[in-house]
């Protein structure tokens, strides 16, 4: 189909190096973070999050996940705080998921996988012009990862999940405005933080990851319904579900993990 990359058989995590060699590169991400051989660092404060109602637009699929993305013309919606120097922009946020409630986050605990990772995406409009810009510097980019749990129904994921029939298919967008991702944190922000790269192509070592501990939780009803999307557009023949979205933990690389919280 023409496509360079995708999570199948063929164009999997696995080969993305023959296209992107910096797959093989010293700052990767996900990782497998060991909670006991992570840093306390008593100088990381609190990441504050000052996500403005209105600035949500349209809600996406990119043939890799479901993307919510944002008007970021402005700081209306910025997060600060934590490892970072200075407020970084809200452009998006997305999913990555599995096809059984085991497997599907990115980052991993202790080797402990979670069902869900959800990804809010910001860049550093102080230093860079353009969010393309920012995302090839090497600290253009703050990651904020949710993992996500089954359990109980999230009331605010309906939000999404009852707007997915209009992105079933790779290509297709539609309006999603005033929705605040800030429903969908988790009380506590305590975070490991570590300097990292986007987990998919171009796979830019420009992401300063904070991963958030505690995760919210979602009912397996919802999963299966990120599980209805098509990784594959509206005018190919072969119809292909998206799940296993994902790209395993890669090598630390001598790379240290911070925490915040005690
Ligand atoms: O997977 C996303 C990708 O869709 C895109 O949003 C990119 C930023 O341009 O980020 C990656 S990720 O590293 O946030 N998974
Ligand atoms: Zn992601």
């Given at each position: 189909t023409g496509n360079l990359w995708g999570y199948g058989k063929e164009d999997g995590p696995s080969v993305w190096h023959k296209n992107?060699?910096?797959?093989?590169?010293?700052?990767?991400?996900p990782i497998d973070i060991v909670p006991h051989q992570a840093s306390h660092d008593p100088s990381l404060g609190p990441v504050v999050l000052n996500y403005d109602q209105c600035t949500s637009i349209k809600i996406a699929n990119n043939g890799h996940s479901v993307v919510v993305e944002f008007?970021?013309?402005?700081?209306?919606s910025v997060i600060r705080g934590g490892p970072l120097d200075n407020p970084y922009r809200l452009k998006q946020f997305h999913f990555h998921w599995g096809v059984k409630g085991c497997h599907g986050s990115e980052h991993t605990v202790a080797g402990n996988s979670y069902a869900s990772e959800l990804h809010l995406v910001h860049w550093n409009a102080v230093k860079y012009t353009t969010f393309g810009e920012a995302a090839t510097a090497p600290d253009g980019l703050a990651v904020l990862g949710i993992f996500l749990q089954t359990g109980d129904d999230h009331r605010w994921l309906n939000m999404i999940t009852d707007a997915l029939y209009t992105v079933k298919f790779k290509g297709s967008a539609a309006d999603f405005k005033g929705?605040?991702?800030?429903?969908?944190?988790?009380?506590?922000?305590?975070y490991w933080t570590y300097l990292g790269s986007?987990?998919?192509?171009?796979?830019?070592?420009?992401v300063i990851w904070i991963v958030v501990k505690d995760p919210i939780t979602v009912s397996e009803k919802q999963l299966g319904k990120l599980r209805?999307?098509?990784?594959?557009?509206?005018?190919?023949d072969q119809r292909t579900r998206m799940e296993n979205n994902f790209r395993p933990p890669q090598l630390l690389k001598g790379r240290n993990v911070l925490w915040s919280f005690r």
């Open positions: 992107y060699p910096v797959a093989q590169g010293d700052r990767q991400s008007d970021d013309s402005d700081d209306r929705f605040n991702p800030k429903c969908l944190l988790p009380s506590s922000l305590h986007l987990t998919t192509p171009p796979l830019h070592e420009s209805t999307l098509l990784f594959t557009g509206e005018e190919e």
